[in-house]
């Protein structure tokens, strides 16, 4: 299924990752069930049309990803240890913002909130009381 990487720069290895996405997405819109569970998830059946745009060559935004500098406040990038790409794409924040906290989720994917919920929301509880964001 289609991800929502936020990622600075391009991977090497972003066309195979591509493909990758684009035979999962193709194999759930081919399953009945599957579509059925994601119809029940979202409103309405819009989930299908952004699936779409994984296809296209140059869909994800690296030139609005790559121009961090700018950034002037506390940002908190919470990532599974499983993607290795996402786990680079922190680093490459650090190299760029300086008031970055990168939380390396161990045994989740990326879909960290889910796969690790506990963890996720003690994370994210620090972050925002430490930066008294309420």
């Known amino acids: 299924m ?8 391009k991977p090497d290895d972003w066309e195979e990752l591509q493909r990758i996405d684009i035979e999962r997405q193709d194999r759930i819109l081919s399953d009945e069930n599957a579509k059925a569970y994601f119809d029940g998830l979202h409103e309405s059946n819009d989930w299908t049309k952004f ?13 609005e990803t790559s121009n961090v500098q700018n950034v002037t406040i506390p940002v908190l990038y919470i990532v599974g240890e499983e993607k290795q790409h996402e786990v680079f794409g922190a680093v490459q924040y650090k190299k760029r913002v300086s008031d970055i906290h990168i939380a390396v989720i161990p045994f989740a994917s990326h879909l960290v909130h889910d796969n690790q919920p506990g963890i996720y929301t003690n994370f994210l509880e620090m972050f925002l009381q430490k930066n008294k964001i309420t």
């Open 51 to 63: 699936l779409s745009l994984v296809k296209q060559q140059d869909w994800y935004p690296f030139h």
């Open 2 to 9: 289609a991800k929502s990487r936020v990622i600075p720069t």
